[in-house]
């Protein structure tokens, strides 16, 4: 059985919680590792707000601090190395790096809930799916083994697991790589949370089977209004279901911009480096333009603007000052909603 | 559903239109040769034919009985031009990596013949298996386990030389070695450095002077890219370009993702379970698919760009591809296919051009192997 269907533009954020406080809010955050080469800089004061039934995409390369700063909210940082000298995450208004660990723990997994990449080592191997599953109802709920496994098969279900009742006994390794994504999926919703962070859930899927898992996630937010972080290096799968997106490098973010606007005219010459640097299935290109250079080293990030060395657009005042995110608005001056560039040269970048 | 109306005008096919036109002032049976007649490419310098291999499954310890195989390769046929690049596409379990195993001659086939220049190299050995070797070099997926820790770069790449010392004098290889690093855009001063001392992308580019040292005809790319970050795999797609048009090497170039196959390949291949179901052209493949699982595999593909994505159809299959041990009668992509009919379980669709294009010359007329070909453009907004 096939569906086809076209796709529709995907709606608007629904609007903030009613307290007024946005469901999580990320501000000034710096985390840090301390290793035998010196500090590892991985994240450098990263704010982002997100709201219930919003998609708020994450969009970096490799140590862009994408994860880290996940983790950091997930509060599964190893501390030591890592650690948070600064910022402060704000879920429904209450900072979460100041409160108890047992305060923590109630959070986790029944408010805030996480998928990861790698289905295949998320799950313990040496147990079945439906123990895994149920254990979220035996830890948080204290429900008993049956009544937990009757919900393992529900969930299982509800993510479209086929013969679920019979398959809630198999091990992981009996599963595809796309089956095993849908238990993740299932192991996050189970609590029905308030938001999930979800690490590159898709990149090791293949594109039939990563257009499945989208749909799926994205149709179960829908439905319980939840918030999604989508962190991922994908241009493609973020311009099919965020609503906005942060632009990550080094540690911070230096662009941010609504799902359509960033495609039309990005301001900062690293996302319009990224966006001319891949090829279009819908057409042939000549030759890609490509970045030059290499991502920097944390440990030795470059003075002013972490993009300078590597930027066409590199002046002296990159080498010495770091940009701020400045709000990025029409040539006239006209206000553009939720668009920042932390760019000296945005107003040339964008408009000229 | 598609329309069909679309694929009467060549609109991408703009060489084909000047050279129609050309030919009309000649004459008019000349015009009509020149439709019909294909693309000149010279000899094919790679011609794979039925090429089938199949893992044995067996039960017991001591008396192994086989109980049955997995088919990863099952029958797979093309050519491979001198200079062009022929992109294999498929997802995972596919038989695309066994292909290049196969073709490398890493794995021993199970039947069929790889002919290099006209000579069967299934069955050759000894001497004569080397000096083909020579001439058909492979680039790796993964640049972090592809390279031996222990060894410097010189040493990498190297290490052809010792294993052909005919292709360089032994005073001339240091020389040799730091050409090549110069070629694939690394430092020639790097090359007592050891491979943790790079990148990804720049180890990459190690893998690729180690696969040009001997100046191959043919390169073989298992996924070369899928390992980099997006902004270094458009600098390592670029350089592989500029050394294909400067040694004139011919490419089969393996990957997953459709978007960078189609940046690079001249002709294009799709696999589903160890069998082609459609190739062609770029164009004919990405702008005028008739098999059903290349639309349902383009039409999965997020395009990077919201706009284009409102108007696209897309078509999400359901389940998984099927086990390779025991793929499905008949066409094997019947059972997730929304076309599939008896004559789909009881008929192996062979790999042609679909009659009902034949006599046209739509880009749409090209080889796909379904009883129910039909042009349908997924990748552009409606």
């Given amino acids: ?163 679920a009742r019979e398959r809630v006994n198999d091990y992981p390794h009996q599963f595809s790589g796309g089956m095993r994504q849908r238990i993740m999926i299932a192991m996050a919703l189970a609590l029905e949370p308030d938001l999930i962070i979800a690490d590159e859930p898709t990149t090791a899927l293949d594109v039939t089977v990563q257009a499945q898992v989208m749909d799926l996630l994205a149709e179960l937010q829908q439905e319980f209004n939840m918030g999604l972080i989508l962190i991922t290096h994908d241009l493609g799968v973020v311009a099919d279901v965020a609503d906005k997106i942060a632009v990550m490098y080094a540690g911070r973010i230096v662009e941010t911009a609504p799902v359509h606007e960033l495609y039309k005219r990005p301001a900062h010459p690293y996302t319009r480096g990224l966006l001319d640097s891949i090829p279009r299935l819908d057409q042939k290109g000549q030759e890609l333009y490509a970045i030059k250079g290499l991502p920097p080293n944390l440990t030795r990030i470059p003075t002013g603007c972490a993009f300078n060395p590597r930027c066409p657009k590199a002046e002296d005042i990159c080498r010495t000052d770091v940009p701020v995110l400045h709000r990025v608005t029409e040539q006239g001056g006209g206000e553009i909603a939720g668009r920042g560039s932390a760019c000296h040269f945005w107003k040339e970048t964008i408009h000229g | 559903m598609a329309e069909l109306n679309k694929g009467d005008e060549p609109m991408d096919a703009t060489p084909n239109v000047s050279e129609v036109e050309a030919a009309g002032v000649a004459g008019e049976t000349e015009a009509v040769a020149a439709i019909e007649a294909p693309v000149e490419r010279g000899e094919p310098i790679l011609q794979v034919r039925n090429l089938v291999k199949h893992f044995p499954l067996t039960q017991g310890i001591l008396f192994k009985r086989q109980i049955g195989a997995v088919k990863a390769v099952d029958g797979i046929s093309f050519d491979l031009y001198q200079g062009e690049t022929l992109g294999i596409v498929g997802e995972s379990g596919c038989g695309k990596s066994t292909v290049a195993k196969l073709l490398m001659l890493l794995e021993t086939a199970t039947s069929g013949e790889v002919f290099y220049k006209g000579q069967d190299i299934t069955r050759l050995s000894g001497r004569a298996l080397k000096a083909v070797r020579r001439n058909i070099q492979m680039v790796f997926q993964d640049p972090y386990t592809s390279l031996n820790p222990r060894m410097t770069v010189g040493d990498i790449i190297g290490e052809p030389f010792d294993i052909h010392p005919e292709a360089a004098p032994k005073g001339d290889r240091r020389r040799k070695v730091q050409e090549l690093l110069d070629v694939v855009g690394l430092n020639p001063e790097y090359i007592n450095r050891y491979p943790h001392q790079f990148s990804g992308g720049q180890r990459q580019r190690i893998g690729i002077a180690r696969g040009l040292a001997l100046n191959p005809e043919i390169i073989i790319c298992d996924e070369p890219v ?144 379904c009883h129910f070909a039909e042009e349908k453009d997924v990748v552009h907004a409606a």
């Fill in chain 1, 1 to 163: 059985m096939t569906t086809i269907d076209k796709t529709m533009s995907v709606p608007g954020p629904r609007g903030g919680s009613e307290s007024g406080a946005p469901l999580l809010e990320v501000r000034d955050l710096h985390v840090e590792f301390h290793t035998r080469d010196g500090v590892a800089k991985a994240v450098n004061g990263v704010n982002y707000t997100v709201d219930a039934g919003e998609t708020l995409a994450v969009l970096g390369e490799s140590g862009s601090g994408k994860s880290v700063t996940a983790q950091a909210i997930m509060g599964i940082l190893d501390m030591p190395p890592g650690k948070i000298p600064r910022g402060e995450i704000r879920f429904r208004g209450e900072d979460m790096l100041t409160m108890s660990h047992e305060e923590r723990r109630r959070i986790r997994g029944q408010k805030i809930a996480m998928i990861f990449q790698d289905a295949l080592s998320a799950l313990n191997p040496v147990l079945s799916v439906g123990y895994q599953l149920g254990e979220m109802f035996r830890v948080h709920q204290g429900m008993s083994k049956k009544q937990a496994k009757a919900r393992s098969i529900e969930l299982m279900e509800r993510v479209r697991i086929p013969a």
């Fill in chain 2, 226 to 369: 899928s390992a980099l970050d997006v902004s270094v795999q458009a600098q390592v797609i670029n350089l592989m370009e500029k050394l294909q048009d400067e040694f004139n090497l011919s490419y089969l170039f393996i990957a997953h993702d459709l978007s960078i196959v189609r940046h690079i390949s001249d002709r294009v291949g799709v696999m589903y379970l160890g069998k082609m179901a459609e190739i062609g052209t770029d164009t004919q493949i990405y702008d005028h698919p008739t098999h059903p699982y290349t639309q349902a595999l383009l039409s999965a593909v997020p395009v990077p760009d919201p706009e284009a994505r409102e108007g696209r159809e897309r078509i999400i299959l359901t389940g998984d591809v099927p086990s390779p041990a025991n793929p499905p009668s008949g066409c094997r992509f019947r059972t997730r296919c929304w076309k599939a009919q008896d004559k789909c379980a009881e008929e192996v669709p062979l790999l042609a051009v679909p009659e009902r294009f034949k006599s046209s010359d739509t880009p749409a007329a090209h080889e796909s192997a």
